[in-house]
C-alpha cells in the first residue's frame, strides 16, 4: 500500500504530481488526479440507505427471477409428444425470464452497491519495470551454470544424437493419422475406385433409370412438361446402406428440366445427349459444391443460394454470373423401350468442385 | 538435515490460532497453499476504469457461459452419424430419417426441459463470445493498446480470436443438420481447391468421400475438448500478461507513464466485476428466453440433395464467405479455373476458390503482424501505457478503419442475397456494387478517417486555446453578438494536450554509414504516417492565448458580469 | 412495415422497443409477401356460358392490352392460351395480375377483382384452351387422415426450400427476381402456384409431386407457419444473418448500455 496514493479528500491527489521527467513536456504540467467529489450516499445517511434498500430490492428481484425458472419448470412441466409448440415456447420463455430476472437481480444490485456504497476514490499505483537489469544478470548466470552443469555444450556426441532422436520421435505420431482416411480398407462397393479415382465416378451408368428424389419413382419421358423441373437421383441408391447412400448421393443429384427444343444451343457432340429438350445436369455447384438447385423456368437460369454462381441452361448450363470456373457436367440420357428415362453412361468429366488431380 | 530445524523454530515462534470458524479454514488453506501473499497482491491491485475496458470481460464471461451450457448439452447430445428414423416429438419431422447427432439434437430441444433454453444460451453466447473479443481486439488497435510491453497479449489475442472461430465453426457444424452441413459441403469444397494435397486433406478429414459417417464425431472431440482447452490456456496466459503488465489506462490528470490510476480490486472493482457476470448471464438469457437462435428443427437432416435459400454460416465466418460470393469465376471467356499441363497429366488449379482466400491472409496475417510493422514503421520502441487517443494517431485510426471497411464489405457479401430480396434490389447489382467497394472502399475510408482524426484535433486545439463553446449568446457593448467561451479547468486541459505529435525520422546510416533500400522504405512509410500532423497545444501558445483573452474579453464579461469563467 | 405490426402481436409486447430499433436498422422485416387471403369457393372445372361471357367482357377491358383479344399474346404478355383456370385464380386472385407496370416479376398486391370476377375470368381464359384447373378441395385439407408432415417436410426441402428457404420466409432470385415468402399464402394459391408455375417458378404438375404428396406440402406448411417457433421470436426466419445482426446491434447495444452505466460514477 506503500505505493499506492489516495485521491481521497483526506489525502487529496491533487498534490501527486506527474514525476519530474514530464514536467514542461506537455502545455500545462499534470494536475494530478482530480479532487474527489462526494456523492449522494457519502454525505446524506438517507441517501445511503436509500441506495441499500435499492440494492435489497433488486436482490429480491433475482430471488424472484429464481422463482419465476422453477414455475417454467415445475408448473408449465414435463414437455414430450404431445406438447404444443406454443407450450415449448412458453416454458422456453419463462426459463429465460427467470433467469434473467435472477441473475440482472444480482448482477445489478452488486454493481449499484459498488458504485453507491463502496468507496470511490481513484488510488494511483506505481508500474514496475517488467524486467530489472539486477533480475537479467543474475538470470543469464543461473542459465549459465545450468548450460555449463549439464555438460551439453562439452558433449556434442551427446548433443546431437539427443537432437536426431528427438527430431524423429514425432513421426510415428504423424504417420498414426494416415488411417483418419480408411475407406478403402472396408469399401463395400465393388466398383468403388482407390483414392482421388472416386471423385471420378458416381453410380450413372447406360440404362441407370432417372427416378425421382427422394421417393425413387422412375420417371417416364412425358411426365416431363415444357417448364417443370425434377429432383433426380440414380435407381438403386435408396438401397445403399446408408453412409453409402449419402456418399453417392452427394455426387450423383441430377436436375432434370424440359425446354422447348429451339431454346436449347447444342454443341455436336452433345446433339444425342436430350430427349426432345429434356435435359439433364449435375446439381452439384462446380464452385464449392452446394446444390445449384434453383431453376428459373423462363430466363432458364440455374441459380446456386450459396455464392450465387449462375448458369445458362441454353448454353450447356455455362457460367454467366457468380463464382463458379466452369460449366455443370450434362449427364446423357435418353429413353428405354418402356418409356423411361435412363443415363446413356455416367457423366463426362468429374461433377462438383474442381481439385488439383481433376484435370 | 534441515527436516529437524522446523520444529524447533516454530516452536520458539507461536503460530498464529484462528478464533472464528471461517478463520480456522481460512487459515488452515493460507498455512498450506500460502493465500496471504497472494492476497497482498492482488487484493489491492489498481485497475483503471471505462467502459470500453470491459469488451475483455465480455468475452471472458461469454467463454465461462459457455462452457456451462456446453456441458449441460453434453450430456444429452451424441455426436453420431448412425442412421436412424425420428420418432420424436416433433412433428413436422415425425418419421423422418436423419442422423443420430440431428435427431438428439431435437430431442434436447424438444423432449428435455430446459433444453431448448441451454441451446439458445449456448448458440447466443457463441455469437456474443466472438462479438466481443472482435469489438475487444477494436478497442485494443485504435488506442494503441498492443504497443510495447504488450506485444505478446495482442498476438495471444489473435490466436484467442481465431480459435474462437474455429470453436464456433465446428460446433455449428455438430447438429449435422441441412444448414450447417452445407455449410460443411463449402469447407470441403474449398479444401478440395488446395493444390495437391487438397483432395486428400479432404478424405482424411471426412474419413473418405464428403460426408462420410466421421466427421461429426471427429469435430465433436475437437469442438468440446481440444479447442476449449487451448483457449482456456491461452485465457490464463492473457490474464497473466494483464497482470504483469498492468492494464493501460487513456491520459488524463494524474496519470503518467509510470503509474496506473483506478480503482482497487477489493472491494470495488470486484463487485463491478464479479457483478457484470451476473448482469451479462443475465443478457443472454433474456435473448435466449425470447429470441430463436438455429431452428434447427426448420432446416431438417443434412441430405446432399437439398438446400435452403440463405445459406449462409454464423457471422463470424461470414467475411470468408463473402469473399467467396465476389470472387468472379469467369471473366468474359477467361475461366479461373486453371488447367495446367505438366508432365505427368492436367492438374487444375481452382483460382476462383484460392485467390478469395488471399484477403482473409491478408487481414490475419496484418493483425497479428501489426505491433511490428508498426514498430519497424515508427521506430517507436518505448513502453506505452498511457493509450493513444485514436484521433490522435490519425494514419494508424485510417488504416484500421480500412481494414474493417474491407471486412464488412465481404461480411456484407455474404448477405448479398437478403440485401437484394429486403432492399428490392437485383442480386447481380449487389455483387457489382459489392466488388466495387471491396476494392475502393478501404481507400476511402482511409482518406475520410485520416481527415476526420486530424480535423478532431484541431478541434481540440480551439477548445484548449479559446475554451468551449458555452451556449451563451452575448452581447458587446459596441452591439456584437458573441457566443461565449468557456475556458477548461486543468483537469480537462491537461487531457487535450498531453500527446505526442510525432515528426517524420529521416532515413537513419546503418553501422555500415550507408543508409539501406529498406531503410530508405521505411523513411517513406514513416513520412507517410507522421507527416500529416496536429501539434498539441504548446506552453507558449497557451500563455500567448491566456494573454489574448484577457486583453480582449474581460470587458464583454465584466458587462455581463458572469465572472470566473476565464479562471485558469 | 407489416412485419412490424406482426411482431407487436407477438407474446413478447414487452420487448417490442427492443425490435423496433432493430427494425429501423433495416435488418429485420421479413420479406412479409402482400398476398392476401382469397376466399374463393370456386371449386370444379365447370362454369356456365354466362360466365364465360362476363369473363370475355372483364378480359377484355382490363386483361387484352397486354395479353391480346382471345389471349394470343402480345410483346408484353404472353398469351394465355392453355394456361388454365388454376393459373387465372392463382394471378388474379393474389392481386399479382393485373400487373401495375413491368418489373422483373408481377408483385403481389392487393387484389383488382372479387371472387366472382375472378372465378369469370378463369372460366373465360380456361375455355381458350385445356390447361390446370382449380384444385379440388379435398387436396386442400391440411387435416385429412392421409396427411404426412414428415412426408410434406421432405417433399418441401427437396423441391421449394431453395428458392422458397427451409422455413419459407423467400429467398433471392437472379436480377431483381425472388421467391417470395409463404406465410399466409392460401392453401388453394400454393396448390396452384405448383401446377402452374408462375412467373420464374417451375412448374410441379401431378406427374411429378402427386396431389397428395401436394396436399403434405401445404400442410407442412401450413403447421410451421401456425405453430411458429418454439425458442420465441423468429427473427424473420432468416437464418445466421438476422442473428448476427442482432447479436451485433440489441446484444452489443444492451451490453455497453450496462458498462456505460457501470463505469460512470453515482451521481
Redesign the interface.
Known sequence: ?SE?SH?GPEHS?AV?H??VE?S?????D?????PH?P???DEDPRAAKRAERQVAVLFGISIIGTVLFFVG?FVV?????D????T??L???????G?????????????H????L???H??????HE?RTEEDRQVAVGMIDDIVEESQFKRRPLLRNTLIGAVALAPLPAIAL?RD????DNRSELATENF??E??RHTMWDSGVRLV???TGTPI?A??????????V?PEGLNELP??EH??Q???A?VLL?RLDPQDLQISPEREDWNVDGIVAYS?????????V???????H?L?C??????FDLTQECK?I??????ALPQLPITVNEEGFLVAQSDFHEPV???????? | MGAWLIPMSTSSTTEYQASTPTGKIANFVDTRVGASPMVREFGRKIFPDHWSFMFGEVALYTFVILLLSGTFLAFFFDPSMAHVTYLGSYKPLYGVPMSTAYASTLDISFDIRGGLFMRQVHHWSALLFVAAMSVHMLRVFFTGAFRRPRELNWVVGCVLLIMGLAAGFTGYSLPDDLLSGNGLRIIDGVIKALPIVGSYISFFLFGGEFPGDAIVGRLYILHVFLVPGVILLLIVAHLFMVVVHKHTQYPGPGRTENNVVGYPVGPVYAAKAGGFFFIVFGIIALISGLFTVNPVWNYGPYDPSPVSAGTQPDWYIGWVDGALRLMPGVLGDFSFKWDIPLPWGTNTLAMGVLLPMIPAAILIGTMIAWPWLERWVTKDNREHHILDRPRNAPTRTGIGVAGVIWYCTMWAAASSDLIATHFGVSLNDVTYWLRGIFILGPFIGFIITKRICLSLQRKDREIVLHGREAGVIEMTPDGEFRERHERLDDYRLYQLVSFEANRPVPAQPGPDGKISGGEKRRAKLNRWFYEDRVEPVSRAELAEAKTHDHHDVPDALAATGSRGTLEH | MKALSQKRRHPIAGLALLLLGLLITGGLYSVASTMNQAQAATTGSTYSAEDITEGEKLFNANCATCHGYEAVGTEDGPTLVGVGAASVDFQVGTGRMPMQMQGPQAQAKPKQFNDEQTAQLAAYVSSLGAGPSIPDEQYLDTDHEDVDLGNGGTLFRVNCAMCHNAAAAGGALTRGKFAPGLDGVSEKHIYEAMVTGPQNMPVFSDSNIKPEDKRDIIAFLKEIETQGSPGGAKLGSLGPVSEGLFIWTAGLALIVGFMVWLTTRSS
Not at chain 1, 91 to 97: D, E, P, V, Y
Request: aromatic share 8%; glycine share 14%; charged share 20%.
Open positions: 500500500m499506492q485521491g491527489g501527486e506527474a514525476g514530464e514542461g513536456k506537455y502545455a500545462i499534470n494536475p494530478g488526479i482530480p467529489r456523492r449522494l450516499a419448470y412441466g414435463q414437455i414430450g409428444p406438447t404444443e409448440i406454443g415449448v415456447r416454458q422456453n420463455m419463462l426459463l429465460g425470464l433467469t434473467a430476472f435472477s441473475m440482472l437481480g444480482i448482477g445489478v444490485g452488486i454493481v452497491w459498488a458504485k453507491t463502496m468507496p470511490d481513484e488510488v494511483s499505483e506505481a508500474r517488467v493419422f483418419l482416411d480408411d475407406s483414392g482421388v472416386r471423385l425421382r428424389d427422394p417416364k412425358s411426365d416431363v412438361t415444357i417448364g417443370s423441373a425434377f429432383h437421383i446408408p453412409t449419402l456418399n448421393k452427394a455426387k443429384v428440366m446439381k452439384i455447384c462446380t464452385h464449392v459444391g452446394c446444390p438447385a434453383l431453376y428459373e423456368q423462363h430466363t437460369h441459380l443460394p450459396c455464392h450465387q454462381s449462375t457460367v454470373f457468380g463464382p463458379a470456373g466452369h462438383g468442385p474442381a481439385y488439383w488431380e481433376r484435370g
